[in-house]
Nanobody
Framework: QVQLVESGGGLVQAGGSLRLSCAASGGTFSSYSMGWFRQAPGKGREFVAA????????YYADSGKGRFTISRDNAKNSVYLQMNSLKPEDTAVYYC????????????WGQGTQVTVSS
């Protein structure tokens, strides 16, 4: 079972940047697809970005295209989300997730890190 711990959240002004990190332990990180999701107050959890096990493929929700960049360092068992040009609507708890099987749902989740963007 893989454990995931997010960090890097905080309070930032609109237009600012944050870099979220997710450290994994246990399991075989380099074989997992990884994703970032977020949940704003009163809303459901939504997909933000994903990256393949090798890092060669990345995917983004329309809301983050051109502003967010997902990356990973398999040597450090870590995945990152660089967020630029942040908007108040990006305010949410951000979760890191792992898909430990070749197909299927994300099955391991971190505890989340709060991102608050002030206008």
């Amino acid at each position: 079972q893989v454990q995931l711990v997010e960090s890097g959240g905080g309070l930032v002004q609109a237009g600012g940047s944050l870099r979220l990190s997710c450290a994994a332990s246990g399991g075989t990180f380099s074989s997992y697809s990884m994703g970032w999701f977020r949940q704003a107050p009163g809303k459901g959890r939504e997909f933000v970005a994903a990256i393949s096990w090798s890092g060669s493929s990345t995917y983004y929700a329309d809301s983050g295209k051109g502003r967010f960049t997902i990356s990973r360092d398999n040597a450090k068992n870590s995945v990152y989300l660089q967020m630029n040009s942040l908007k108040p609507e990006d305010t949410a708890v951000y979760y890191c997730a792992a898909r430990t099987a070749p197909v299927g749902e994300y099955d391991s989740w971190g505890q989340g890190t709060q991102v608050t963007v002030s206008s």
